[in-house]
C-alpha cells in the first residue's frame, strides 16, 4: 500500500509538471498584461503617435506598464496613472487629446520637449478627469494656453520656462479650485502678482517674469502658502507687513526687483519662515532686530540698508548663510555669532573698528567669510586659525595692520585668501606652507617686509600668486618652479633682485616682475614660457639683447619698458602688444615698428583683412584635440612632435596617407577636397597661417581652386588619454554627423604617416572677439549682437543635446568669443566642438586653457573641481553676453569683466553705465532689451553652478526679449 501511494504521487508530481509548462504562456500572459483593452489599445495608439523607441519594441505593445515613464496602479486592473514623456524632445502636440483617453490617469508630465501648442481637444478631455492631480507642462514652448478652469481636481499645475505672455488671470487658474502648486517662473508674463487664486495654494512661483505693481495685499488671505516666489520681475513698492501672518510660510523670495522702503519687523513673527532672500532690490532703513529668530538662510545684499548690523542678527542658532555684502551699513561686526554658520559675507559695507575675535573662535561650521571693502581695523584675530572648516577668506581692502596670523597655518582646507589692499607688516610666516589645498594667494599691496620664502614652494597646489605692491626683498626662491601648477605669478613693485630662476612651467596668466631692481641679461628661460600670455619686465635695470622669441606662442602682451635693453628687436606676430619704450638701445627692424605695436587703421583693410584670418584662425584651436591625440598615440608611437621639422620642409618626398574620409555629404566639398593635395601643402611654410599649443593651422587651395582651413595637430601633452585606432574614427565621424547651423563641423579629417589632419570650410573670415575689440570704426549695432547671442546659445543648446539625442552632451573645455567664428553679423558658429570625455586635466603638463578655457571665460569653480560640465559652458556663454552688452574683453587691465559686472550691477543706475553706450544709447528700445539681456548674462555667470539655468532656458530667456 505504501509503495502504492508513493507511485501515485510521482504521477501526480509529473502531471503537475506537465500543466505547469502547458499553461505558463496563459499565466505570463496574465502577470504581465493587466491592462483594459481600452487601456491597451490607447496606450498603442499613443505609442505611434509619440514614436519613442522604448515604446516600440518587439513585444512590449501587450506591455505599457512596462514602457520608460508609464506608472500603472495596482488596483482597478493595473490602470495606467502616471505619463511621463519629459525630454523626449517632442514638438507635435497632438499626442496630448489621446492622452486624455486614459480615464485612470493622474499624473501628465511633458516637460523639457518642444511642444509649442495646447490642442482644444485636449483640454475638453482632459478636463473630464476627475483624477488628474499632477500637470507638468514646464520647458516647451508654449506662448499661449487655453483656459484652465475646468481642471477642478488639479492640485500640481507646473507652466514654468515657456513664453506664455499677457496677464495671469487670462489663463483661467482661478478656477482650480484645489490647486496648492502653481508654478509660472520664467515665461513673459505681465500685470500683477494674481491673488484670484486658490484658497489652498501652498505653493506660488512667479519668478523670472514681468509682472509690474505692488505685492497685494490680499496675499494674506493665502494662509496655507509655504513657498512664495516673487523674484526677478519689476515689482515696486514695499513689503506688506500682513506677510507677517502668513504662519505657515517656509520660504520668501523677493529677489531682483524694484522694491523699496524697509524690511518689515513683522517677518519675524512666522516661525516656520526658513528663507528670506530680498538680494538685489532698493531697500533702505535699518535691518530689524529678530529678523533671523528663525532663519536659516537670509540675503539682504546689494540694497540700500543702513545703520548697523543688529547684535542678535547672527547669534541665532539655526543660521546657515548671512549675506549682507554691498549695503551701507556702519559699526562694528556683532560680537555673537552662531556656531552653525556656513557662509557669512559682508563685503562692501562701511564697518568699522576691530574683529571681535572671540566670536569667531567656536566656528567649526563656517566655510565662507567675506569681509572685504570696509574699513576694519587691527589685527586680523589669531582666532581665524581656529576655523578649521574654512575654504575661503576674503579680508580684502581694509585697513587692517599687524602681522600675518601664525594660526593660518592651520587652516589646511583654505583655498583661498584675499588679503590685498591693507596695511599688513611684517613678514610672510613660514607656516603659510601648512596651506597645502591652498589655489589662490593674493597679499598684494601691503606693507610685507623680508624675503619670500622658499617653503611657499610647498603648496602644490596653488595656481595664483600675487606679491606685488609690497617691500619684499632679495631673490626669488630657486625652488619656485616646483609650483607646477602656477598659472599667476605677480611679483611687481617690490624690491626683489639678483638671479631670476626657472619659472613655473604652466604660467599662463601673467608673469610680472616690474619695478623691482633686477640686472643683466633677460634670463632666456623667462622666453621659454610657451603658455603666458602677458610677459612684463618693465622698469628694472635689464641690459643686453632681447632673447628670441620662438617659444613664446601664446604670448598677448610684452612689456620690457623703462630698462637698459639693446639690440635689434625680436619678431613677433601681429596680435602681440609690444612696449620697448625707454630702451633707447633697442633697434626697430623697420620703420612700422614702434615701441607698441598698434593695429590696424580703417585705412589698412586689406591688411586688416589678413589679420582677422590669422586671428580667426585661433578660434579653432583646441576642437577635436582629444580625439585626435587618442589616435596618434596608438597608430603613430614614438611619433610625438607633430611639428614640421625646418629641415623637411618643402621635402619632395610626401608623407603616406594612411586613411583619409570625408565627413560631409556636400557634394561640392566631396568633390573639391583632396587628401594627398591637404597633406602636400602642409609641408610649405608659405601656407601656415598660425601655430598654437596643439595645432598649427594652414590655408590650403584645393586643385578646383576652392581654398579649406587645415588643423595639424602638435602633440605635446599628457592630458589626452589614450585610445583605440577604431575609437578615433567612431568619434570623428560622430562629429562629422552634427548638422546645426551655428556649429562649426569638420569636413573630412586624414591619418598620414606623420599625424592627422582635419579639413574645415574656410568661408569664415572674423572671430567674435577680432570683430568687437580689434575694429577701430564700425560699432556692431544691438539688433546684430542679439542675433549672435541667440546663435550661439542654439549651437551650444543643440550640442549639449537632450534625452533623445541618442548621444553624450558635447562639452566646450575652450568657449569664448575667438572660439566663435562669424560667417555675417548674423550667423555666428560655435567652433572647437570638443569630446571632453577623453580629457584627463589631471594629467596635463600644458597651460589651463587647453582643458579648462581662456582667462576670463573659466568658470569659478574649475580650480576646485577641474572637470568641465554644462555648467560651465553656460558660465563661458554669460561672458560672452556680456562683452556683447559692454564691448568689453573678458579681461582687460587685469581685471575679469565678470567681477567688474557684479560689482557694478547692484543698481539701476550702475546698470546703465555697464552697457556699451555706443550701442545702448541709440534708442530707448535697444536699452531696454539690453538690460533684460543683462540679467540673463548674470543668470549665467552665477557663482554658484547648481544656480546657473540650463543652456535651453538660456536660449529660451533670450528669445523672449
Not at 499 to 516: C, D, E, F, G, H
Not at 738 to 758: D, F, K, Q, R, W
Not at 809 to 832: A, F, N, Q, R, Y
Request: hydrophobic share 40%.
Amino acid at each position: 500500500m505504501k509503495r502504492k501511494t508513493i507511485h501515485v504521487s510521482q504521477e501526480t508530481g509529473k502531471f503537475m509538471f506537465c500543466l505547469f509548462f502547458i499553461f505558463l504562456p496563459c499565466c505570463c500572459h496574465v502577470c504581465f498584461s493587466e491592462l483594459s483593452l481600452d487601456q491597451t489599445n490607447t496606450m498603442i495608439e499613443l505609442s505611434r503617435f509619440l514614436n519613442i523607441s522604448d515604446w516600440n519594441l518587439p513585444g512590449s505593445e501587450m506591455n505599457p506598464c512596462s514602457w520608460n515613464g508609464v506608472l500603472c496602479s495596482g488596483q482597478d486592473n493595473g490602470s495606467v496613472i502616471s505619463i511621463s514623456v519629459s525630454g523626449f524632445d517632442i514638438s507635435n502636440s497632438s499626442f496630448l487629446p489621446v492622452v486624455c483617453k486614459l480615464k485612470t490617469l493622474e499624473s501628465l508630465d511633458v516637460s523639457n520637449n518642444s511642444l509649442s501648442l495646447i490642442p482644444d481637444g485636449f483640454v475638453t478631455t482632459c478636463e473630464r478627469l476627475l483624477g488628474l492631480k499632477h500637470l507638468n507642462l514646464s520647458s516647451n514652448k508654449f506662448s499661449s494656453s487655453p483656459s484652465f478652469r475646468g481642471f477642478s481636481k488639479l492640485v500640481v499645475l507646473d507652466f514654468s520656462y515657456n513664453s506664455l505672455s499677457g496677464k495671469i488671470p487670462d489663463y483661467g487658474f482661478d478656477g482650480l479650485v484645489q490647486l496648492r502648486s502653481l508654478n509660472l517662473s520664467f515665461n513673459s508674463l505681465t500685470g500683477s502678482v494674481p491673488v484670484n487664486l486658490s484658497k489652498r495654494l501652498e505653493k506660488l512661483e512667479v519668478s523670472d517674469n514681468f509682472l509690474t505693481g505692488t505685492i497685494p495685499e490680499g496675499i494674506e488671505d493665502y494662509q496655507e502658502l509655504t513657498l512664495i516666489d516673487l523674484s526677478d520681475n519689476q515689482l515696486v513698492g514695499s513689503i506688506p507687513s500682513s506677510l507677517g501672518n502668513l504662519t505657515k510660510l517656509e520660504s520668501l523670495i523677493l529677489s531682483n526687483n524694484k522694491l523699496s522702503g524697509s524690511i518689515p519687523e513683522s517677518l519675524s513673527r512666522i516661525q516656520t519662515l526658513r528663507r528670506f532672500a530680498a538680494n538685489r532690490n532698493h531697500f533702505t532703513g535699518v535691518i530689524p532686530s529678530g529678523i533671523t529668530k528663525n532663519l536659516a538662510n537670509l540675503d539682504l545684499s546689494f540694497n540700500n540698508l543702513n545703520g548697523s548690523i543688529p547684535g542678535d542678527l547672527l547669534s541665532q542658532l539655526k543660521l546657515v548663510s548671512v549675506d549682507l555684502s554691498s549695503n551701507q551699513l556702519v559699526g562694528w561686526i556683532p560680537r555673537s555669532i552662531s556656531p552653525g554658520l556656513f557662509r557669512l559675507r559682508l563685503g562692501s559695507n562701511m564697518l568699522r573698528g576691530p574683529v571681535p575675535s572671540a566670536a569667531f573662535e567656536s566656528l567649526q561650521n563656517l566655510t565662507y567669510l567675506e569681509m572685504e571693502n570696509n574699513r576694519l581695523t587691527g589685527h586680523i584675530p589669531h582666532a581665524f586659525g581656529n576655523l578649521q572648516s574654512l575654504n575661503l577668506l576674503n579680508l580684502a581692502m581694509n585697513e587692517f595692520t599687524g602681522i600675518l596670523p601664525l594660526s593660518f597655518g592651520n587652516l589646511t582646507r583654505l583655498q583661498v585668501i584675499k588679503l590685498q589692499q591693507n596695511k599688513l607688516t611684517g613678514v610672510i610666516p613660514d607656516t603659510i606652507k601648512l596651506l597645502i589645498n591652498l589655489l589662490i594667494l593674493d597679499i598684494s599691496w601691503n606693507s610685507l617686509s623680508g624675503s619670500i620664502p622658499p617653503s611657499l614652494s610647498q603648496l602644490k597646489t596653488l595656481s595664483n600668486m600675487n606679491l606685488q605692491g609690497n617691500h619684499l626683498s632679495g631673490t626669488i626662491p630657486e625652488n619656485i618652479g616646483d609650483l607646477k601648477n602656477l598659472i599667476e605669478l605677480q611679483l611687481g613693485d617690490n624690491q626683489l633682485s639678483g638671479r631670476i630662476p626657472v619659472m613655473p612651467p604652466k604660467l599662463q596668466i601673467s608673469l610680472n616682475l616690474s619695478y623691482n631692481m633686477f640686472q643683466g641679461p633677460i634670463p632666456a628661460s623667462l622666453f621659454q614660457l610657451d603658455r603666458l600670455e602677458v610677459l612684463d619686465l618693465s622698469n628694472n635695470n635689464f641690459s643686453g639683447e632681447i632673447p628670441p622669441s620662438g617659444s613664446l606662442i601664446s604670448l598677448r602682451q610684452l612689456i620690457l619698458s623703462n630698462n637698459q635693453l639693446t639690440g635689434n628687436m625680436p619678431r613677433f606676430t601681429h596680435n602681440v602688444l609690444v612696449n620697448i619704450s625707454g630702451n633707447p638701445g633697442i633697434k626697430s627692424r623697420n620703420k612700422d615698428e614702434v615701441s607698441i605695436k598698434r593695429r590696424p587703421t580703417g585705412k589698412s583693410k586689406l591688411v586688416m583683412v589678413v589679420i582677422f584670418v590669422c586671428l580667426g584662425v585661433l578660434a579653432l584651436v583646441a576642437g577635436i584635440t582629444t580625439v585626435i591625440v587618442l589616435k596618434l598615440s596608438r597608430r603613430f608611437k614614438g611619433n610625438n612632435n607633430m611639428q614640421v621639422d625646418p629641415d623637411e620642409e618643402g621635402s619632395t618626398v610626401l608623407p603616406e596617407v594612411i586613411h583619409g574620409k570625408l565627413l560631409t555629404s556636400n557634394a561640392i566639398h566631396r568633390s573639391n577636397i583632396n587628401f594627398t593635395k591637404a597633406v602636400e601643402a602642409v609641408g610649405h611654410p608659405e601656407n601656415a597661417l598660425h601655430q598654437t599649443m596643439f595645432w598649427s593651422y594652414y590655408r590650403v587651395v584645393m586643385p578646383s581652386g576652392s581654398s579649406y582651413l587645415i588643423k595639424k595637430l602638435n602633440t605635446r601633452d599628457r592630458v589626452f588619454q589614450q585610445a583605440s585606432s577604431e575609437q578615433l574614427e567612431l568619434e570623428l565621424e560622430m562629429l562629422g554627423k552634427l548638422h546645426h547651423t551655428n556649429i562649426m563641423v569638420p569636413l573630412a579629417y586624414v591619418l598620414y604617416s606623420e599625424g592627422c589632419l582635419l579639413v574645415y570650410d574656410f568661408s569664415h573670415m572674423y572671430n567674435l572677439y577680432d570683430v568687437l575689440h580689434n575694429q577701430t570704426s564700425d560699432v556692431v549695432d544691438w539688433t546684430s549682437r542679439y542675433s549672435i547671442a541667440v546663435g550661439i546659445a542654439q549651437g551650444i543648446s543643440y550640442l549639449h543635446g537632450s534625452k533623445s539625442s541618442g548621444r553624450d552632451p558635447i562639452l566646450l573645455p575652450d568657449l569664448s568669443s575667438k572660439k566663435i567664428m562669424l560667417k555675417s553679423l548674423t550667423e555666428p558658429l560655435v567652433g572647437d566642438i570638443e569630446l571632453f570625455k577623453v580629457i584627463d586635466p589631471s594629467k596635463s603638463n600644458s597651460s589651463l586653457s587647453a582643458v579648462a578655457g581662456t582667462i576670463g571665460y573659466i568658470p569659478p569653480e574649475y580650480a576646485y573641481t577641474m572637470r568641465v560640465t554644462m555648467a560651465g559652458n553656460v558660465y563661458s556663454f554669460g561672458v560672452i553676453l556680456l562683452e556683447l552688452l559692454t564691448g568689453r574683453p573678458a579681461v582687460s587691465e587685469g581685471r575679469e569683466l565678470a567681477k567688474w559686472v557684479q560689482s557694478h550691477s547692484s543698481q539701476q543706475e550702475q546698470c546703465n553705465n555697464i552697457l556699451d553706450v555706443r550701442v545702448s544709447k541709440t534708442s530707448s528700445v535697444a536699452t531696454k532689451q539690453m538690460l533684460r539681456a543683462l540679467s540673463v548674462a548674470l543668470a549665467c555667470i552665477n557663482i554658484s553652478p547648481g544656480a546657473r539655468p540650463k543652456m535651453k532656458t538660456v536660449l529660451r530667456m533670450l528669445t523672449r526679449l
